[in-house]
């Protein structure tokens, strides 16, 4: 079953965030939302997209106006409360297909999540950029930048952000319990790091960081 595509009107910010993460909710991807607006259209692709206030001084009644455009496009119209009752209803349980990376010998695993499975249809997940880190009975979910920057926004963590995370840990351990096997660890992951600044500062000089481009 397919994704609905649907398309809501809110009035009011905390109605934009709470219709913003319903959607999500309910297997629509997140690629970064807007600080506010008053039309969210869901795409059965997985899509959200929006559209902004009209100026004062704008003829609403044109399909040339957001609000116009609201009215006559072709997606079926929900209202914010029936949105907020169908993410919350009992039987929205999410389904995570996923594939098995890493299995420590304490029992913690990762998980590549592959596809999402909600009550109102299958979305199709961008590889490599949702995770899951199983821990007793905690999970742990990692969510990596998806899309350019500057075209999606900031909506996810990086490579380099959790290397930071590693090296800074080891080195406590290290600290505490040295040993060859650690300090290896570490100038490995420093020159991971390195590397990846490095492509940054090179796609920086070339213009294309923050860019769907090579």
């Known amino acids: 079953m397919e994704l609905k595509d649907l398309k809501v009107q809110v009035h009011s910010h905390q109605q934009f965030l709470d219709a913003w993460d319903a959607l999500v ?6 690629k970064g939302k807007p600080e506010t607006c008053p039309y969210l259209y869901a795409h059965s692709t ?28 072709k997606h079926e119209e929900i209202s914010f409360e029936d949105l907020v009752k169908l993410s919350q209803s009992p039987v929205n349980e999410n389904t995570v297909n996923s594939e098995s990376i890493h299995f420590d010998p304490n029992g913690v695993m990762v998980t590549h999540n592959i596809w999402l499975e909600t009550p109102t249809g299958t979305t199709e997940l961008v590889p490599g950029h949702f995770y899951d880190i199983f821990a007793g009975s905690e999970n742990y979910p990692i969510k990596f930048q998806l899309g350019p ?17 590693l090296i800074h840990r080891t080195k406590i351990l290290n600290d505490n319990f040295p040993c060859d096997e650690n300090k290896c660890a570490i100038t490995y992951m420093e020159n991971a790091l390195a590397l990846f600044n490095k492509r940054t500062a090179d796609r920086q000089r070339r213009g294309v960081e923050g860019f769907n481009k090579q």
């Not at 900031?154 to 930071?164: D, H, I, K, S």
Request: hydrophobic share 35%; no cysteine.
């Open 149 to 165: 920057v500057k075209e999606h926004g900031v909506n996810g963590t990086t490579n380099e952000a959790l290397l930071a995370v």
């Open 46 to 73: 997985g899509r959200i997209t929006h559209d902004f206030f009209d100026p004062e001084d704008v003829d609403t009644s044109s399909e040339n106006s957001a609000a116009g455009f609201f009215r006559a496009h």
């Open 25 to 30: 909710k309910l297997g629509h991807i997140d």
